[in-house]
């Protein structure tokens, strides 16, 4: 099976396992895990934070930072496409007890226009809002990069209103590699980033959020509440210590794979595709063909071996990712263009 359902599918490699066999460990509820020490000031440098702290998975990473940063009844501000809106059964709410407060974004980001037309008056009669979330790349809107110009326009935004900003930053790897600005170019305009390593970079689990120490010493006790405090858990930082040696400048080839996939997808017959929105390792594409629902089109390409997901009643999306290389995308081109061409 040639499967771009998501680049979570990634296995770790036989060399990732092997790394992670020779990890040294410890009780990282007591900080004394030496390898998920190791990770944790290795990704606050690359951030350019005082401190991280590592999780079991994005959503927990979102929740905590979500959490640590608000008080029960606050708003946050996000995109309507957000998963920390979508895809985290509702956690925010029936967790940190706040309210998400969504807005249509362009490409899944919403401008600075959108959010400072939202943030509430001092009132009464209206929640508070507390914090806004951004999502780096956008996963709903197609791997969408948020532009560098309109996150500095909302940071400042914020810190003259006295609002935080937290990054889902799951994907920020791919945006730093398609983009070239850095992690900690990215960082700098958040109070918290959260990262993830079992998507793209390969690692079986764990994901990872940065911001100051005040902030990060919330989040600990937030993840011991959320039932993330784990122990000898430097098995796993050490397959995250390996995929940031070894996983990080190759999602360029994940990028270029995406657009070979969303090219040859474009020349068939009943796929609209938004070329504009090939930005990284993610294609969403709308099937048109009135003779096909997109279940129907999953199905087909099932039974010749490619596994892709529906995202609502007319739409597909595929996720390059290391696990399908550049044979079996050629591989994929094939079957797809025989099926549709
Ligand atoms: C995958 C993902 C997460 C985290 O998902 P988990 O399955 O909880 O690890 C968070 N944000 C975005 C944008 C994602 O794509």
Request: neutral net charge; contains cysteine; hydrophobic residues 40%.
């Amino acid at each position: 099976m040639i499967d771009f359902r998501s680049d979570t599918v990634t296995k770790p490699t036989q060399a990732m396992r092997e790394f992670m066999v020779k990890a040294e460990v410890g009780d990282d509820v007591f900080n004394e895990d030496p390898t998920v020490n190791e990770l944790q000031r290795r990704v606050a440098r690359m951030l350019n934070k005082d401190a991280a702290l590592f999780v079991t998975s994005g959503t927990q990473a979102n929740q905590v930072s979500v959490q640590a940063h608000t008080q029960p009844g606050e708003e946050v501000i996000c995109d309507y496409h957000a998963h920390v809106f979508n895809y985290e059964a509702g956690a925010a709410g029936m967790l940190a007890g706040v309210q998400l407060h969504p807005l249509l974004g362009h490409y899944g980001h919403p401008s600075l226009e959108q959010i400072s037309e939202v943030v509430r008056p001092a009132d009464d009669h209206y929640p508070r809002t507390r914090l806004i979330c951004l999502e780096n790349t956008h996963n709903r809107a197609g791997g969408t990069i948020f532009p560098l110009e309109e996150i500095k326009r909302i940071s400042a935004f914020a810190k003259a209103k006295g609002l935080k900003m937290h990054l889902d930053g799951a994907r920020l790897w791919n945006a730093s590699i398609a983009t070239g600005i850095s992690l900690a170019e990215y960082a700098q305009y958040f109070d918290s980033v959260s990262l993830c390593f079992s998507k793209g970079l390969g690692a079986p689990l764990g994901s990872i959020i940065t911001g100051t120490q005040e902030f990060i010493q919330r989040a600990h006790y937030y993840r011991k509440a959320y039932g993330g405090g784990t122990r000898q858990v430097g098995i796993v930082a050490a397959a995250c210590l390996y995929a940031l040696d070894h996983n990080i400048t190759r999602l360029q080839e994940d990028h270029l794979h995406a657009r070979m996939l969303a090219e040859a997808l474009g020349g068939c017959v009943g796929f609209k595709l938004d070329k504009n929105a090939i930005q990284t390792n993610i294609i969403i594409t709308e099937v048109t063909n009135s003779e096909f629902t997109a279940d129907k089109v999953v199905q087909m390409l099932k039974e010749k071996g490619i596994l892709a997901l529906t995202v609502g009643n007319s739409k597909i999306r595929f996720v390059t990712h290391m696990d399908v290389d550049r044979a079996k995308i050629d591989q994929a081109i094939k079957i797809i263009t025989s099926l549709f061409g």
